[in-house]
């Protein structure tokens, strides 16, 4: 890397992730006495790269199954990518399968569902200093005031610190899993649709939590989402997924005033908006078709099926994330025939 | 206006439960015309799924209806014996739930479930049994039903499934389709074909539907009517347009105000404090004075609703021409 190049806190290089069911030992019988056996290999992620700068919001967004959840993995250093590399500031994360896990402090992730992700039969406080204990981030005397301070940032007592998770509406058990993951002081939060369980007025309440700690804390973060109005909201910028690939990237608030992508476009199409006017009609343009399967998906651009903007090269030919998706200010699209920007 | 089909008055479920009995639904209610849509809205807990069980009769132990009335074209659903509840069931008002992979049978065929659905109301041959399934199949945008009815839930996406579940709901074309949170486990673009699809259905069958969920804006794209539900109450209804361009509760404006996209990217949401309270423990009065920023000493006792056809409105102090921004 050229020295005058500003490095990305988060580096995602080239990073493909394949799960293949293990085979069976009378299918590596049948297989070695010839016979055809099918492999099952989903391709969860595909060659995909981009970068987060330090202090910057990045949002993940696509449908289930598109990966996005899996890419996060990868990078939070859970699952070892089949091929390519993420890395923090220059160190990686995790190699291939082989290397032992490297264990890190440096990214924390918040997950879906707060009923899951806390220990019932641990307190509160036991949870949040656990960490941070084991990584000599605070000394036993000090861990008191240390969840005090985690627990005041994300707008709990500090009473909670006694309590069990169960004592715990969905909305704070949220706050506990953030503020366990802010008090291993991080670099990066990974946060994998933390506000997706919650309802409307719990999620206004933690969206501003976000926004609150991005304003004191500086957070660098990953925001998985498939709700791009959540992601509007927080990001700096936006990546667009399909069937394991990045197929536009760039600031949110290009993406969703001029998206390029004919996916893009659908998805935004497709998200029903707030009608308010007397006589309003509300028409969606839905997508034609469903997702298709990541066990065989289609050769060409993954969306060709589904596009209207679709031809021949298409069907063949699968289009790179042109552009400069490094750029902080880029807006990379991967499509043969993407669309105007007046679009 | 066209006439009422569902007429629900002072509806109240309680269920006994060990720390207490609670009333999920409480003095509940309002009415719906032949043909229309309209929306049921409130966040878990709010009693609005509760709700649709209770029209259907579909409260077990320790759960009961303990007064009000439902009418469908002017008879009396509750109190009806179990027969009568399963033939009216389906017939005269179905129901479509949130999860379609909980509610289709794994272990028979999209057929075989299709034919007892129809044979629970109607003796028909085998072959017109089969053409209504494959016709009501084809409505809801399922590809090559004739072929596909023989395959199993499982041989389904998620979005197919749900697809499935509506085909029969319609298949006994009932007057009236309870909808609880049918497109909420789905992805955006597949809710979207299938909100495009009941809009044109509904009209075209003349079906009425209660379309349940906690997505204002999803409601908002199907339904012309609201109603805004809070521990159990119903506490603002009317013409959608009027009601989310000018609220009158200050939870239905704080409901709004939470909608991301309500305030310009990175700024914050106009959040509404604290958590709906436990039913079993509501606070005196209105149940939503605790949270409220225009609560006073009148508010501890409970306000009723304002009574008229229009815009109706539980609050002391409604708000009068404020509009979200």
């Known amino acids: 890397m050229m020295a005058t190049q500003p490095a990305k806190l988060v580096e995602v290089e080239a990073v493909s992730k394949r799960f293949t069911p293990q085979v069976s030992l009378g299918d590596r019988l049948a297989a070695l006495l010839g016979s055809p056996v099918e492999t099952r290999t989903v391709h969860a992620v595909d060659r995909v790269s981009f970068g987060i700068e330090a202090g910057e919001v990045l949002g993940l967004v696509g449908e289930s199954g598109c990966g996005k959840s899996t890419l996060g993995r990868v990078i939070a250093g859970i699952h070892p990518p089949s091929e390519g590399r993420a890395s923090i500031a220059g160190v990686t994360v995790m190699g291939d399968g082989r290397t032992p896990l490297k264990r890190t402090t440096r990214i924390q992730m918040v997950f879906q569902d707060p009923f899951a992700s806390l220990d019932p039969r641990v307190r509160i406080g036991e949870t949040i200093s656990e960490g941070p204990l084991a990584h000599g981030l605070v000394t036993r005397a000090d861990a008191q005031d240390y969840v005090t301070r985690w627990l005041t940032a994300v707008g709990l007592p500090a009473e909670a610190a006694g309590r069990f998770p169960h004592q715990f509406s969905g909305g704070q058990r949220q706050r506990v899993a953030i503020a366990r993951a802010l008090a291993m002081q991080p670099d990066v939060l990974v946060c994998d649709e933390p506000v997706a369980s919650l309802d409307v007025s719990i999620q206004a309440q933690i969206i501003n939590l976000f926004l609150k700690l991005r304003r004191e804390l500086g957070l660098t973060m990953l925001f998985i989402s498939h709700d791009l109005g959540v992601v509007r909201h927080l990001c700096d910028r936006v990546a667009i997924m399909y069937l394991g690939r990045i197929v536009e990237i760039g600031p949110a608030a290009q993406i969703f005033a001029t998206p390029r992508h004919p996916y893009t476009r659908a998805l935004l199409d497709s998200v029903p908006k707030l009608v308010t006017g007397r006589d309003e009609l509300v028409t969606f343009k839905p997508i034609q078709g469903e997702l298709p399967s990541p066990l065989s998906p289609p050769p060409g651009c993954h969306f060709h099926q589904r596009c209207p903007r679709a031809e021949a090269r298409c069907r063949s030919e699968a289009p790179e994330l042109a552009g400069r998706p490094d750029a902080v200010t880029g807006h990379a699209v991967a499509c043969h025939f993407p669309l105007a920007d007046e679009a | ?325």
């Open chain 2, 1 to 325: 206006m066209s006439p009422v089909l569902l007429d629900v008055s002072g509806l109240t479920t309680r269920f006994a439960t060990r720390a207490g009995s609670l009333n999920a639904v409480e003095d509940v209610s309002f009415t719906v015309a032949e043909g229309e849509i309209v929306g049921l809205v409130g966040e878990s807990g709010s009693g609005k799924s509760v709700t649709g069980f209770s029209i259907l009769g579909l409260i077990d132990p320790p759960g009961r209806i303990v007064s009000g009335s439902v009418k469908l074209n002017g008879r009396e659903l509750v109190g009806l014996s179990h027969a009568e509840l399963r033939s009216m069931r389906g017939r005269e008002i179905a129901m479509v739930f949130q999860d379609p992979s909980a509610t289709l049978n794994p272990v028979l065929t999209i057929e075989t479930q299709m034919r007892l659905a129809i044979a629970a109301h109607e003796n028909l041959g085998d072959a017109a049994a089969r053409a209504r399934c494959i016709e009501v199949l084809g409505a809801v945008g399922i590809p090559d039903a004739a072929r596909r009815i023989e395959a199993y839930p499982h041989q389904f996406s998620g979005g197919m499934r749900q697809r499935v579940a509506i085909a029969i709901a319609l298949l006994n074309r009932p007057k009236l389709i309870i909808c609880d949170e049918p497109t909420t486990a789905l992805d955006v673009s597949i809710q979207a074909q299938i909100l495009t699809e009941m809009k044109s259905l509904a009209a075209r069958l003349g079906t009425a539907m209660i379309w349940i969920s906690h997505d204002l804006a999803t409601v908002s794209s199907v339904a012309s009517r609201i109603l805004v539900m809070y521990a159990g109450r119903l506490i603002e209804a009317g013409p959608m347009a009027q009601v989310l361009r000018q609220p009158h509760h200050p939870y239905t404006r704080g409901l709004l105000g939470s909608l991301p996209g309500m305030a310009p990217p990175g700024e914050d949401l106009v959040q509404i404090p604290g958590t709906m309270p436990s039913l079993i423990d509501l606070p005196k009065g209105c149940a939503f004075q605790p949270r409220c920023g225009f609560a006073d000493a009148q508010c501890a006792t409970m306000p009723a609703l304002s009574a008229g056809a229009g815009r109706r409105v539980r609050c002391h102090h409604p708000l009068a021409a404020e509009t979200v921004p």
